[in-house]
């Protein structure tokens, strides 16, 4: 493991309105797991070798330093530019050691991961949860296996993550799905989203949020374009992408409203949240109005 200088880990959140979280966590910088449209190889974000993890030199100590500095407690979420799960979190421990002072210091947490690996940590998130929010995000975007062994070829498959979704629920923690992106041409079809949200009930989630399309950009799209033309040649995705989008940097899948429409169906009659103001007040319910912070 090649280990980078910080400064600072645990940051204010610019805004609480995504899952109601108020401050950010990267331990680690860069993802082996290699979704093929992964956002954060953007040129925006400055993150060079993006597919080799490093971690952060003295991560602890610079987060229980960060922690103690808060004025406030709040909700420090983890897993949006690399996934605290990558498999070097097995031997390394940061992610876990890192949940360890986030209990000490009275902070809650909400992990978005594509891991079983968080399954681990079971003990600690239930003991954080009887003091802050706790709240699991796994991202599923095929319901099949073989397409997310293509699109997300280092993550474990969905039925693994379906799985890991189980375990966290039956221990009582607040888990869901984000099914996002939803890849124009490959997933927003009726069977594979219907397909996702009938396996998240089955599993015991709470809550599906989702994205019927895709962002692309500069050197993440051509890396995207690269791996459509090498992993499913003949399907001439690329001239379709072409033909529906031409530069534009927000890809909404052509069948984003019917998507809509059957997905929201589906949960209402699944008994399922999929709206976020719904899922952040479900999951803090009980901890006091100041906790509230998307109200
Ligand atoms: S798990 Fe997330 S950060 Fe890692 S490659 Fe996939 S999309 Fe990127």
Redesign the pocket.
């Known amino acids: 493991m090649d280990y980078i200088p910080a400064k600072t880990i645990v940051t204010r959140s610019k805004s609480s309105t995504w899952f109601g979280i108020d401050y950010n966590m990267n331990i680690y910088r860069g993802?082996c797991?290699?979704?093929i449209y992964?956002d954060?190889r953007s040129e925006c974000y400055g993150i060079e070798a993006f597919d080799r993890v490093r971690a952060k030199e003295n991560a602890l100590e610079i987060i229980r330093n960060d922690l103690r500095r808060k004025v406030r407690p709040g909700v420090v979420g983890t897993g949006a530019?690399?996934?605290p799960y990558n498999p070097f979190e097995r031997e390394l421990q940061l992610t876990r050691h890192a949940l360890e002072l986030l209990n000490a210091y009275g902070f809650g947490v909400a992990i978005a991961t594509?891991s079983s690996l968080v399954t681990r940590d079971i003990d600690l998130l239930r003991e954080i949860k009887s003091h802050s929010p706790v709240l699991v995000k796994v991202t599923v975007t095929a319901a099949d296996d073989d397409l997310s062994a293509l699109v997300?070829p280092g993550?474990p498959r969905s039925s693994e993550r379906l799985e890991a979704v189980a375990k966290l629920s039956d221990a009582g923690i607040f888990t869901g799905l984000l099914l996002m992106p939803v890849l124009p041409f490959l997933e927003d079809n009726t069977d594979n989203i219907l397909a996702i949200v009938h396996k998240a009930k089955e599993a015991g989630a709470r809550f599906l949020y989702p994205a019927f399309g895709m962002t692309l950009r500069d050197r993440q799209k051509e890396w995207y374009f690269q791996k459509l033309d090498t992993l499913l040649s003949g399907q001439n995705l690329r001239q379709q992408y072409a033909r529906a989008f031409g530069n534009s940097y927000q890809c909404v899948s052509p069948h984003a409203k019917t998507l809509w429409k059957e997905f929201s169906a589906a949960c209402e009659q699944q008994g399922l949240l999929f709206r976020m103001q719904d899922i952040i007040r479900a999951y803090k319910v009980g901890y006091g109005d100041s906790q509230l912070t998307f109200f």
Do not use: F, N
Request: aromatic letters at 0%; hydrophobic letters at 15%.
């Open positions: 993802c797991h290699g979704c992964c954060s530019m690399s996934d594509k997300e993550a």
